[in-house]
């Protein structure tokens, strides 16, 4: 269906906005910055004071201008319901109607520099102020100290009490990010076999089937975990998931290819073989390869081959990038992919958010990452939400996997979710085990939840070792339900996810990568799985959508809650299947270990399950044929 749009006037014309006046540089006073300060940065996780001298760069938050008016003016063009659904406005509309003042960040850089910072770089939309410093200059202009505490296993920094700005400024900072260290708990959501790092080498062991259930093991199920489908016995994993697999269990079908839609992903550190990695993919799947110009990378320069690190971990994250790019191109090979790598993994990465989304540079934006809980300081969350509001006001769709530690319990002790997956301005996707057979049919798919059990070779007797992973989910402690899950979530929290798509590592992706062996570097390919596939995928699949609609969907998540038909339902299936893992992640020569995998497994996750209607672990469910509102 095609829908035509207007300018952007027709949709806000009514907003009347008050200029915001000209700030002071030189204040008389300070304030408090409410939410500055994490709860974790306390007397009981107190490790020592930091270092003064430590050079550290942060970025001054600056709000929305009308920060309703904003938050209104992306409901209304999202919501099918609306007469202003579609109507999107171009970044430069945005920022004329809520963007800062030239007055007022002139006024928050004339303040840093008074301070001896360096202000390196404001984006256009005036969104933030980046500036660069000594932890004492810090501790002086933001009167503070800074201590160095311990919080789920990591040595962080934090103030110990509330940053201060001058009172003039205090009206217009949202956030000052980066002078404590919560952006450490991002985590990636990919999962391995093993957890091994691919990039230094890793291929999974035989056997491996082509398709579910074509070769079977000798080990029984789990108590409580039963036969699906024909095998008596748990059957071997498989070689992984390939695009035409998944295509065909999800319905997928028709000359749609994405062909005029742009997907952007943001990850970190860049590969320096993701082109070669990709058409080497693609030519084993009979899929075009990439062309000049389909592939771009913004990355600023020094991030390939960066050394590996503890860290940071650049290797992971070229996986990650492999993972990513192949899943987008392996749904929609038609589509081009912007890749914009951030120079680490810490709040860059809302950086280059940031810049997708005011450059307008794609219309659908997957994010593989997210920080493990929603316990980061308040003033953490608001800037990234207003990027988030920024984007489905321009029609752009950010999709965010849910994570792969189901609720946390395991983790923390307490059910959380992730943030950015949940903010209520993203698409946040959950995973699946999806079972597909010879002629690419869902056998079955229910919810990733998995525990491991350590088979006997001899005795064939298969031991619990505990719960592993699953897709994240739950219910948000920070944001209450918004408007569009009313009618399917009944808790007051905002709830994860939304949609889902296959993500369970024992039925999951197979990736090509160059990567680091024994016998030599070069490319090979190996089954890869998380919420970080989940996420590409999905957004993949919604460039069909938008291709085949004529239409940008954008925050398309009002959208999928009015048309829930447009879903599969994903039900419990509890089963198992048997896998074998290499002792050194690349042959035999050091031996092999059997285990078995369970699907639709919560016990390490309490608070989730998957049943009929939207659940915590797949929301609505996965793609019933290209998505297509009526």
Not at 1 to 23: E, G, I, K, S, W
Not at 212 to 240: D, L, M, N
């Amino acid at each position: 269906m095609h829908r035509r749009r207007t300018a952007a006037a027709l949709a806000v014309a009514l907003l009347t906005l008050v200029p915001l006046a000209a700030v002071s540089a030189a204040p008389a006073t300070s304030s408090a910055l409410k939410g500055s300060a994490p709860s974790w940065a306390n007397s009981k996780n107190l490790v020592k004071a930091a270092d003064p001298a430590t050079i550290v760069g942060f970025r001054v938050y600056l709000g929305w201008t009308n920060p309703s008016a904003a938050a209104k003016l992306a409901r209304s063009v999202s919501d099918p319901k609306s007469a202003s659904y579609g109507k999107y406005v171009t970044p430069a509309q945005f920022r004329h109607l809520f963007s800062p003042s030239q007055a007022t960040v002139g006024a928050v850089q004339s303040w840093l520099k008074s301070q001896g910072f360096s202000v390196n770089y404001t984006p256009a939309n005036n969104h933030y102020v980046s500036a660069e410093g000594t932890l004492a200059q810090a501790a002086a202009a933001f009167k503070t100290s800074f201590n160095l505490y311990k919080v789920n296993g990591k040595t962080v920094r934090a103030p110990a009490s509330a940053l201060s700005v001058p009172a003039s400024l205090a009206p217009v900072v949202d956030a000052v990010i980066g002078l404590d260290q919560s952006d450490a708990f991002v985590v990636m959501n990919h999962t391995a076999d093993k957890l091994a790092a691919p990039s230094a080498g890793f291929r999974n062991a035989p056997p491996l089937s082509d398709y579910w259930a074509e070769k079977v093991s000798p080990y029984a199920y789990p108590t409580g975990f039963t036969a699906r489908t024909s095998p008596a016995t748990a059957p071997w994993v498989i070689k992984g998931n390939t695009p035409a697999m998944i295509k065909g269990a999800y319905g997928i079908s028709g000359t749609y290819d994405g062909t005029g839609q742009t997907v952007a992903i943001i990850d970190a550190f860049a590969s320096p073989t993701i082109l070669a990695d990709v058409n080497h993919w693609s030519t084993n799947r009979g899929l075009p390869t990439m062309t000049n110009g389909q592939l771009a990378q913004i990355v600023p320069p020094g991030i390939y081959r960066r050394a590996e690190n503890s860290q940071m971990d650049p290797s992971g994250w070229y996986s990650e990038e492999t993972l990513d790019v192949e899943a987008v191109h392996g749904m929609a090979p038609g589509a081009k992919i912007v890749y914009v790598g951030a120079p680490n993994n810490r709040r860059d990465l809302d950086a280059a958010l940031n810049h997708v989304i005011d450059g307008r540079l794609a219309q659908i934006v997957t994010n593989s990452y997210g920080y493990a809980t929603e316990l980061l300081p308040p003033g953490f969350e608001k800037p990234i939400n207003d990027m988030l509001i920024q984007a489905a006001a321009e029609g752009i769709g950010v999709y965010f996997s849910s994570g792969d530690s189901g609720d946390e319990t395991s983790r923390f002790g307490f059910a959380t979710t992730e943030f950015p997956s949940s903010s209520p301005w993203v698409t946040a996707v959950g995973g699946t085990a999806l079972a597909v057979g010879a002629n690419n049919q869902r056998v079955f798919e229910t919810g990733w939840g998995t525990s491991s059990y350590a088979c006997n070779t001899t005795t064939l007797v298969c031991t619990r070792l505990g719960w592993t992973s699953g897709a994240g989910g739950g219910y948000s402690r920070i944001f209450a339900r918004p408007w569009y899950q009313d009618g399917f979530v009944s808790n007051a929290g905002r709830g994860v996810p939304d949609v889902a798509a296959l993500a369970d590592p024992q039925t999951g992706y197979l990736v090509g990568q160059t990567q680091s062996f024994p016998d030599g570097r070069y490319y090979d390919e190996y089954r890869l799985g998380g919420t970080s596939l989940a996420s590409p995928i999905f957004a993949g699949l919604m460039a069909l959508a938008d291709q085949q609609a004529g239409f940008h969907h954008g925050f398309a998540n009002p959208a999928f809650y009015a048309n829930p038909g447009s879903f599969t339902d994903i039900l419990s299936v509890k089963t198992a299947v048997a896998r074998r893992n290499f002792t050194n992640s690349v042959d035999a020569t050091a031996g092999t270990s059997d285990f078995l995998r369970t699907f639709d497994d919560y016990s390490g996750s309490p608070t989730q399950h998957t049943g009929p209607g939207w659940d915590d672990v797949t929301g609505l469910g996965t793609m019933n044929g290209i998505f297509s509102a009526p």
